[in-house]
């Protein structure tokens, strides 16, 4: 038989991260592959990604790994096995691009340029022969007999014996993500796991973030509490963080979860890496109810010895105001609201302080309480949280489980992660894997 005649047609539609990379190895097993790209070009989310470096992966150990996905980790062990972290480094490597390992296990492009990232992506689908259709937003994907056959778009139609569905997720919708792939699985039977933003600022009551918006805090810890900021207890705040991929301690209702790093307070509520970590356990939380969180503004200080240290700190600087003893540990305006809430005059002598001021100082120092109202848009957050539902897909090979021949790859799918570049290593797994299956599709 002539080899021409033989090639699987697969059609992969969405052109992010997961489709290229499974267009790219589904040509490479030997298919005759089309990538269709509702945008004017493929990889515009790829380009924003990592703050424009491109977070390519990262060094965590491989149960470790699988834990920063959560509860849906174990569906990704047969792609990051069939296409791992170390298959991807050389993957790039052997195409010229060069990466670099940083202290806290992210591993980025050693330029820091996510172009050279989309460069070579483009390149390993150009060098296996896929062909490229661009402005060519999907209407339609067709079955007979439980087997996908054809893909229609906007302005044409091409037969399929396998088809890749790649879209990616809802957020982002200005680089082409904007949940179409949902509508198509669903018109095909998959059902579609409850969408949420994930990795996404959170809303706040009242004017306290936005009276002290643009207010960056380093190495901060805020825990979040399934109830209104008033009824946290406090007792309840864990001594180490805890939440999704930290092994460990397990999390109960009402604490949520409780993360060290940055926060910022911005017009609408709060923002910063440990904000985003909790998001989408608070976006959760929040479908059942109030929820508050508190900020430790001092972690790396007990109760007790902060106290003790401001006592010392009052008696030897008598004569200063309160307030601008208080700028010594946080920023102006923060201690002007910390003193509001004690109850204290920023314009006490340190000497006329009393030990319950001075005890009040502290506790609000150490527990900043904010109501949550809910977070900032789909639109945009970094990640969508949700999708179709993964005991509808074979793990093993991505493909259906209603519908022959038709794949799935990528944030479509119910299954996101922290920060880190988890999220774009299970893209290339997945992509890997899709592309690898319906090249050899039956």
């Known amino acids: 038989m002539n080899s021409a005649m033989s090639k699987k047609k697969v059609v992969v539609i969405g052109g992010g991260a997961a489709g290229m990379m499974a267009a790219g190895r589904a040509a490479e097993s030997g298919a005759d592959v089309l990538l269709l790209e509702k945008m004017e070009r493929p990889g515009k989310k790829v380009l924003i990604s990592g703050n424009m470096r491109c977070n390519l992966s ?28 170390n298959d991807l480094l050389n993957f790039f490597a052997l195409q010229g691009l060069k990466t670099l390992v940083e202290p806290d296990g992210r591993i980025f492009p050693a330029s820091g340029r996510s172009s050279e990232v989309l460069a070579v992506l483009l390149q390993y689908m150009s060098q296996n022969g896929v062909k490229i259709e661009t402005e060519s937003p999907v209407r339609e ?4 007999g439980g087997h996908v056959t054809t893909v229609y778009t906007t302005r044409s139609s091409y037969g399929a014996d396998a088809v890749i569905l790649a879209t990616g997720g809802a957020s982002y919708p200005q680089t082409g993500s904007a949940g179409d792939g949902y509508k198509m699985a669903s018109a095909l039977g998959h059902s579609i ?21 643009g207010i960056s805090l380093k190495g901060v810890r805020i825990t979040s509490f399934a109830c209104k900021a008033e009824d ?20 109960r209702l009402p604490l949520i979860e409780s993360r060290t790093g940055d926060v910022i307070f911005t017009h609408f509520g709060l923002s910063g890496p440990a904000v985003l970590l909790m998001s989408l356990a608070v976006v959760d939380a929040l479908d059942q109810g109030f929820v508050a969180a508190t900020i430790d503004l001092i972690p790396q200080k007990g109760h007790k010895h902060a106290e003790e240290e401001l006592q010392g700190t009052l008696s030897s600087n008598g004569s200063r105001y309160v307030q601008n003893i208080l700028e010594d540990l946080v920023p102006a305006k923060i201690a002007a609201r910390i003193l509001a809430e004690a109850g204290v005059s920023g314009r006490t002598r340190a000497n006329q302080v009393t030990a319950l001021q001075r005890e009040n100082i502290i506790r609000t120092l150490k527990d900043f309480r904010l109501d949550v109202k809910g977070s900032r848009p789909l639109a945009e957050a970094m990640v969508t949280a949700g999708g179709i539902c993964l005991d509808e897909v074979d793990p093993r090979t991505m493909q259906s489980k209603l519908i022959k021949g038709l794949y799935f790859c990528g944030e479509v799918l119910d299954i996101d992660a922290d920060t880190g570049g988890f999220n774009l290593q299970a893209a290339f797994s997945m992509g890997y894997l899709a592309g690898d299956s319906a090249a050899k599709h039956d």
Do not use: W
């Not at 990262?58 to 849906?72: C, H, S």
């Open 58 to 85: 990262n060094a965590r150990g491989f149960e470790e790994f699988i834990g920063m996905y959560g509860k849906n980790g174990k569906f990704l062990y047969s792609s990051l096995r069939r296409f791992s972290r």
């Open 141 to 144: 994907i067709k079955t007979s």
């Open 193 to 213: 796991i409850k969408l949420r933003p994930a990795l996404v600022p959170l809303v706040t009551e009242g004017s306290k973030a936005r009276d002290l918006q």
């Open 232 to 251: 946290i207890d406090t007792s309840l705040i864990p001594h180490k963080d805890c939440g999704r991929g930290i092994a460990g301690r397990k999390v």
